[in-house]
């Protein structure tokens, strides 16, 4: 049984999942929907300037049923994004919510927007 899982689980189709990035004041906002996605299934690795997203929905038949027709299935997310010098690393926060994954990226502080102020004399 432990090998038919295996199997099923390396054959799972695998998604560039789209992604909204916004930028604000605070920082960079990533927005990407995970449906099925629970957040134990949810990876979130950071080397250097590389930030890559895993993750992996599987739906399985409970004992007393079996699947007549699979249109949706099990599948695997993975999203790699590249990281500037502005991103301060140490910041990054994550949370998912209702199937949509948001990441926060604050900008580094050399990188935070400021207004000089103007001295007069």
């Known amino acids: 049984m432990t090998n038919d899982i295996q199997k099923h689980e390396e054959n799972l189709p695998r998604y560039r999942q789209p992604s909204d990035i916004l930028e604000r004041e605070d920082g960079f906002h990533i927005f990407m929907d995970v449906p099925g996605v629970a957040k134990e299934d949810l ?11 895993t993750g992996r929905a599987c739906f399985e038949p409970g004992a007393d049923e079996k699947f007549i027709e699979v ?5 695997e997310y993975r999203r790699a994004f590249k ?10 926060k994550a ?9 926060h990226l604050p900008k580094a502080e050399k990188a935070v927007p400021k207004r000089i102020e103007i001295k007069a004399g």
Do not use: H, M, P, Q
């Open 95 to 103: 949370n998912v919510d209702n199937g949509v994954l948001e990441l």
């Open 43 to 53: 990876i979130i690795d950071l080397n250097e300037n590389e930030l890559v997203v």
């Open 83 to 92: 990281l500037s010098n502005t991103v301060d690393r140490e910041k990054i």
């Open 71 to 75: 249109e949706f299935g099990g599948c």
